[in-house]
């Protein structure tokens, strides 16, 4: 297919990898942050085992940033995030939360700070420009909000380090997990990070220049090549192991850090008055209703991941639901993040899961389902 043969109209943006995706096999595409992203380059199991086993490519433009600078950047930055950020240092990557005024969440980004006062929030799927924007405005804080040109690949896998080092040399070997770099390839501006979607090894190289987006995908895969480097998606299989969010799926606007245990995220003693703080602290007190758990679903193999949310029963009432589930190949299951009444979440509980192919059996299990200590991505 041509590029031209994707489209719903010129309000769907188009990242500057676009037309080498279609060239290097993308067949499918979804909508996230209202740009395309390639999600089909022909069998998601093998995508899942070349992230695995070599390293895959992935055009994850949409990740939009929203950049913060100004005088009062760092304690704008900590205004949106219940996360404490005072000892985050320049060239440093965070996982964050932004929540709003009922400690729900409304973003799962990773924030990277790139100086004193210059921070970037790469946001999950939700409109966080403008909620920035809008918090901007009566903060009384000296800060300046907006999107820059900058359009993010994922290079992900167990050989993205030594295509990193063909790219850059040895010294990018030195780059720690979650830590930044400003740098240059062939004179195209970027910058690099140790992070990714994908609970592999991996770098995310941010373009700053959207008129190189075709030169530099042309210029990683020719790199990448005698490393078995392929074109891909981010993977679904991969990312269900690794208990890693989507947001809309695993988490909404509905959903707080508590019933994700995500309380590492949250640090209520800071004097800052982060969003959602009072909020917070009064769910803290009371405790939730509802969990997160891991499901293993005694049935054949899923097809693909699910694409309404499943209901799941215990006892003949309805607990909770189904966020994400998959085949996983590597460990021979069907893996699950759920959401579930809290009584109904300790190891070993046995459910029912109402799937499109009937109802099912299943367990309540520990997640992530594999390497739970991410010492394959922070190796």
Request: hydrophobic share 40%; charged share 20%.
């Amino acid at each position: 297919m041509k590029a031209d043969d994707f489209g719903f109209g010129t309000q769907i943006r188009k990242s500057p990898y676009f037309n080498a995706t279609v060239r290097w096999g993308a067949k499918g595409f979804s909508v996230y942050n209202h740009m395309y992203i390639p999600r089909d380059f022909g069998n998601p199991e093998q995508n899942f085992w070349n992230l695995v086993n070599d390293a895959i490519l992935c055009d994850v433009a949409v990740e939009r940033q929203v950049e913060i600078t100004g005088p009062d950047a760092a304690k704008f930055a900590q205004m949106l995030t219940p996360r404490d950020l005072s000892k985050m240092a320049v060239g440093q990557c965070k996982y964050v939360l932004i929540t709003n005024a009922e400690g729900c969440i409304l973003n799962d980004p990773i924030m990277l700070r790139l100086a004193e006062n210059h921070f970037w929030i790469s946001l999950a799927d939700s409109d966080i420009l403008l909620w920035a924007q809008g918090v901007a405005v009566h903060s009384g804080l000296d800060v300046t909000i907006g999107e820059p040109d900058v359009s993010p690949l994922q290079l992900q896998g167990p050989k993205s380090g030594e295509i990193m080092q063909a790219l850059f040399g040895d010294s990018i070997m030195d780059l720690k997990y979650y830590w930044l770099r400003e740098l240059e390839l062939d004179g195209i501006p970027l910058l690099i990070s140790r992070t990714g979607w994908s609970s592999e090894l991996g770098y995310e190289i941010y373009l700053r220049d959207s008129a190189h987006g075709d030169a530099l995908w042309e210029r990683i895969m020719a790199a990448g090549a005698p490393f078995g480097l392929k074109p891909g998606h981010t993977s679904s299989i991969r990312r269900i192991e690794g208990g890693m969010l989507s947001y809309h799926a695993d988490a909404d606007i509905k959903t707080n850090p508590y019933e994700l245990g995500l309380d590492r995220l949250v640090n209520l003693d800071i004097d800052a008055e982060f969003i959602g703080k009072a909020a917070l602290r009064r769910i803290q007190e009371q405790g939730v209703t509802r969990k997160q758990v891991g499901l293993i679903i005694d049935c054949d193999p899923l097809k693909g991941p699910n694409t309404t949310f499943w209901q799941i029963n215990k006892n003949g009432a309805t607990i909770g639901k189904v966020t994400s589930a998959i085949y996983s190949p590597r460990m021979e299951q069907n893996i699950a993040l759920a959401m579930v009444s809290a009584e109904f979440t300790e190891l070993g509980t046995e459910v029912e899961v109402v799937t499109n192919e009937g109802t099912m059996h299943a367990t309540v299990v520990e997640r992530p389902f594999y390497d739970p200590k991410k010492k394959i991505a922070a190796a």
